[in-house]
Structure formats: structure tokens, C-alpha cells
């Protein structure tokens, strides 16, 4: 049994307080968007001028870009935490790259999550759909979870890499229920 020491607990308390506000803004989010459902005006709701399958076009191509910026996210923060073989020690300038590159991610997802909350809000229709809209709202909070945690100190070593890491994954969701489904014409191949 391994006792924490009070600056231990403080700082998993502050991890913990943090998480639970990502949660909360999840649930806010899921909250507002069931409440703006709006099914009739989807193809109709433009973005950058195009409607119809125009958009879904050019938020698969958003969405793909924000998923390569978020793998290249992961490739430069194990860099960071060294833990690339054979990469060595990352120049201070890998994080200043690390962090611009997480804020163009998260702007790029800006507008397709804006037209998904106007054109769609949050459904469950389908399986597809419903883990869509879920883990928009989760990487909205989680993001800001993360925005968090990077201004504050003294947390336990394992707090950055987890909240990063579960971006990325919630990244990954989105891209696959959305992106690849329309590549994949309006299928998902598995």
C-alpha cells in the first residue's frame, strides 16, 4: 500500500476538479444540442457556401485535416516526454510546435462542429450518429479539460499524457463516424 503525500493529493484533487468540469461542459453541450435538434434544415444550413453533400465533403476534409494534425500532436508530445526511439531530446521549439499545432487542430474542428450544432444538433438516431454527436460533446470538454490542466501546476506526471491521448482517440471517433463514413460512401467499413 503507497501512502500519497498532501501535495500528491492536492495535486490529484486538482486533476480530478478539472476533469469534472470537462465532464459538466460534455453534459452542457449534450444538453443544448438535443435541445436544438433540427433535422428539416440539414441540407439546407451552408458552410463557406456550399449545402447539400458540398458540406459534407468539405467537413470530411476539415475533419481529415484535424485528424493528421491530432496524430502529429501525438508523434510531438512523445517526443517531448521522450519516448520516440532514437529521437532524443526535443528542442525547446517542439513545444511551441506542439502547442500551435493543437490550437490549429482545434480551430479547424471549429466550423464543422458549428454547422453540426446548427444543422444537426445532438442525435441518437443510429449508432453512427449518436457515438458522433457524444464524442463531439466529450472533445469539446475534454479540450478544454486539457486547456486546464496545461495551466496548472504541479500535477502528477501522467495528467498531460492522458488528457492528450484522450483527444486524440476522441479525435479518431469523430474522423471514423464522420469523415470516413462519407469517403466511404455513407458506410462505415467495419
Known amino acids: 500500500m503507497t501512502f500519497q503525500s498532501a501535495d500528491q493529493k492536492a495535486a490529484t484533487g486538482r486533476v480530478a476538479v478539472i476533469g469534472l468540469i470537462g465532464l459538466v461542459t460534455a453534459g452542457i453541450l449534450y444538453i443544448v444540442g438535443r435541445a436544438i435538434v433540427n433535422t428539416s434544415s440539414y441540407s439546407t444550413v451552408g458552410l ?87 464524442a463531439g460533446c466529450f472533445f469539446y470538454g475534454a479540450f478544454l479539460a486539457k486547456v486546464l490542466l496545461v495551466h496548472t501546476k504541479r500535477l502528477p506526471g501522467w495528467a498531460l499524457p492522458v488528457a492528450g491521448g484522450v483527444l486524440a482517440v476522441l479525435m479518431a471517433v469523430l474522423w471514423y463516424t464522420s469523415a470516413l463514413w462519407y469517403y466511404d460512401g455513407f458506410s462505415l467499413p467495419f
Open 48 to 134: 463557406f457556401g456550399q449545402t447539400g453533400v458540398g458540406v459534407l465533403s468539405l467537413k470530411s476534409l476539415l475533419a481529415t485535416i484535424a485528424l493528421g494534425l491530432a496524430v502529429l500532436q501525438v508523434g510531438l508530445a512523445m517526443w517531448i516526454y521522450q519516448k520516440l526511439p532514437f529521437a532524443g531530446r526535443a528542442p525547446k521549439r517542439i513545444g511551441i510546435t506542439h502547442r500551435t499545432v493543437g490550437v490549429v487542430a482545434v480551430v479547424v474542428t471549429l466550423p464543422v462542429a458549428i454547422h453540426c450544432a446548427i444543422a444537426y444538433g445532438v442525435q441518437v438516431s443510429s449508432l453512427r450518429v449518436g457515438i458522433h454527436s457524444i
